[in-house]
């Protein structure tokens, strides 16, 4: 069992937004005129993510929308709660053995410890109802030395500040609690996710500021391409301070990295349940030897969702 356990084992889990069968990728991505934020997001990513490595999880990672930017990793784990999702990032990506699919709850990840030497969470953590313990679970399978590139919904931004003061609003864009703005849906200040990475071991390298101009009549009269190249000269305002609706930042877990990366993709996992490793692989199935649950994998996606027996 890896030593450092996780907290959640044995716990009762936060909720999860189920995205199960949605058809988030086209509805808002493809036909919801997001043409702008997607841009914005091109060009946070390319400046944060490192040149090359080898093992990166991509937490929630949906239909696959960014992963194709991962250019520089060698494999990549896609972990997605929904097995639909996976698909639709299966029918994207291709079942190169370069890619991973996992369908796992992020408070409940099935990885032994210190294993990924990079990870992006993407317009995920505004889905998490206890964001602390998420991004516990997120530095617990991270080598020291790891870069996790994080994407968050900012409560603080210019809308909010505006809505608030002239009372649109009841809640208020300055306090660090996490505002519930829809259910399962939280809005976070940046100094509240600041100090949860400062206090996991993280050391934040880069804040950018992304999406200045999310207005509907702005990008409904300006080009997207002018758009996306002002976002881009005034991302680095993220550094200084941060009032966009959305905010991506460059941590590093602390430390220099000595553990190496197995060949097999099977020994990265561990038994979501009791903390086992390795796992026994049965044909359709993994299983834990210690505690004798077993999951599914079906059609290439890793299955470790529920409690099977
Ligand atoms: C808004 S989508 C973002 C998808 C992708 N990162 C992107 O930017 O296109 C959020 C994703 O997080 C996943 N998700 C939400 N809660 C989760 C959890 N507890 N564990 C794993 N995945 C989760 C959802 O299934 C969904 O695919």
């Avoid at 890896?2 to 009762?12: P, R, Y």
């Avoid at 841009?39 to 992963?67: D, F, H, Q, V, Y």
Wanted: overall charge positive; some cysteine.
């Amino acid at each position: 069992m890896d030593s450092t356990d996780n907290k959640m084992q044995g716990k009762k889990r936060p909720p999860v937004c189920d995205y199960e069968g949605s058809d988030y990728q086209t509805r808002f991505w493809e036909r919801g005129g997001r043409g702008y934020e997607d841009r914005c997001e091109a060009i946070a990513l390319k400046r944060l993510l490192p040149k090359n490595g080898k093992l990166m999880l991509e937490l929630g990672a949906g239909a696959g929308r960014n992963t194709v930017r991962y250019k520089g990793f060698e494999r990549v784990v896609l972990l997605d709660y929904s097995r639909t999702q996976l698909k639709q990032a299966q029918e994207r990506l291709g079942n190169s053995k370069r890619y991973i699919y996992v369908a796992a709850d992020i408070y409940r990840l099935p990885f032994v410890n210190k294993l990924f030497d990079a990870t992006t969470m993407i317009r995920t953590l505004h889905h998490m109802a206890d964001a602390p313990v998420a991004l516990e679970q997120v530095r617990n399978v991270l080598q020291p030395g790891a870069v996790f590139i994080l994407e968050y919904a900012n409560k603080r931004n210019l809308k909010a500040i505006l809505r608030y003061a002239l009372r649109h609003q009841t809640w208020s864009p300055f306090d660090l609690d996490p505002v519930e703005f829809a259910p399962l849906n939280f809005d976070f200040h940046p100094r509240a996710v600041h100090n949860w990475l400062r206090d996991l071991g993280f050391r934040i390298e880069k804040i950018l500021a992304v999406s200045h101009f999310r207005v509907s009549v702005i990008k409904r009269t300006i080009p997207t391409s002018v758009l996306a190249g002002l976002d881009s000269l005034l991302q680095w305002t993220g550094a200084l301070w941060q009032f966009t609706p959305s905010v991506f930042i460059k941590a590093r877990a602390e430390g220099e990295s000595k553990y190496s990366i197995p060949d097999d993709h099977r020994l990265f996992f561990k038994c979501p349940e009791c903390g086992h490793s390795p796992l026994a692989d049965q044909d359709d199935r993994i299983a834990c030897p210690a505690c004798n649950r077993s999951w599914k994998i079906l059609n290439g996606i890793y299955d470790f969702r529920g409690d099977e027996s």
